[in-house]
């Protein structure tokens, strides 16, 4: 080598991440003993000198862990955002939380920031669009990154993802309505073309194909809003629609206060089940069934692969997708 090896060297040698060199050169019990001796034996080889006094300048900055959010305002992310906070947080480990309000530029510039504070890896619940500066910065930094909740990037083998089993809970929520008599069965919410949408709506059209029945989807931004809206819309447009599959409980919560608006009985008349469980669901009337993706847990989950991916320098596995399950309240049982 004709230049003086650098840390990046070293961490490709051994087969690591440039982080868990940093780890194993302070001296952090995170690393295990056989991780942290193919590290210095890659040290050795290379003939790399650890520059003490240019790391301690960084050292402030080495139990940070960056999580970009999507949008904060959802309270899905939220409790997300604050399940792993607190995961990492029992660990050691301080989170960079920043939330990119669906702006891919804006996300580019948060996680450029992070990253020249030397955070040790990332989450990141993408926005959709124009993100290719943010993995092109997170590649030449070459960090662990764990996608979650949404596939930004094809390239899961440099940038793994973790994401509920969103197909299955959509197949239960049609087969649930399907028992329950219904007869015409619409999606409501989502955006057109995006991954998270066809997901959502996978088992939805499966089931439907199953019983033999056409799909109905219409579209628009998930929020309370745009399912109060919907439910008006419903009952003069397709008044023959007696149940609904919500892109996620927003969108179901709007519904229920559209139906109380023009008179229209949940359940009875439309039955409306939602998608995620969050907190809300069960403090509303009628309660609002919905597909359980214990948002909780999985937060945990996603905090200990990152920090496990630390301490192994080994990455996770392209993909992970967890379970998920029904909960069924009144708005749903007729």
């Known amino acids: ?4 090896p650098t840390i990046v060297d070293v961490a490709s040698r051994a087969g ?4 868990t060199v940093s780890l194993v050169l302070q001296n952090s019990p995170l690393v295990r003993a056989e991780t942290r001796e193919e590290v210095r034996q890659a040290m050795a080889a290379l003939g790399y000198v650890y520059n003490r006094s240019a790391a301690q300048l960084r050292q402030a900055n080495t139990g940070l862990i960056g999580l970009v959010i999507n ?8 409790e997300f955002a604050t399940s792993v906070q607190m995961a990492l947080s029992a660990k050691g480990f301080a989170c960079v939380l920043a939330n990119t309000d669906e702006d891919p530029a804006l996300q580019a510039q948060v996680v450029a920031a992070m990253l020249e504070h030397g955070v040790a ?16 910065a997170i590649a030449r930094a070459n960090i662990p990154t764990l996608q979650v909740l949404r596939r930004a990037v094809p390239d899961v083998a440099r940038f793994p993802f973790a994401v509920p089993d969103y197909r299955h809970g959509s197949r239960l929520a049609t087969d649930h309505l399907l028992a329950r008599g219904a007869r015409r069965i619409a999606f409501l919410g989502g955006l057109a073309g995006r991954e998270v949408t066809d997901q959502r709506m996978a088992g939805y059209l499966a089931a439907l194909q199953a019983a033999g029945m056409a799909p109905l989807h219409l579209p628009g931004r998930a929020s309370r809003a745009f399912g109060r809206d919907v439910a008006l819309r419903l009952a003069t447009e397709f008044p023959k629609v007696d149940a609904v599959l919500c892109f996620n409980d927003l969108v179901g919560l709007g519904v229920l206060s559209g139906c109380a608006e023009i008179g229209r009985q949940v359940a009875r008349d439309l039955k409306v089940v939602g998608f995620d469980d ?6 509303v009337w009628p309660g609002l069934t919905s597909v359980r993706c214990d948002i909780a847990a999985f937060g945990n989950g996603v905090a200990e692969t990152v920090l496990g991916w630390l301490e192994t320098g080994r990455s996770p596995p392209p993909e992970t997708v967890t379970p998920v399950d029904l909960v069924i309240r009144g708005s749903s049982q007729g």
């Open 1 to 4: 080598m004709d230049r003086r």
């Open 71 to 78: 949008d904060l305002r959802n309270p899905f992310f939220t």
């Open 16 to 19: 690591v991440s440039k982080s």
């Open 121 to 136: 890896a990332l989450i990141l619940s993408s926005a959709y669009g124009a993100v290719e500066p943010t993995f092109e």
């Open 278 to 283: 969050i907190e809300d669901c069960a403090q």
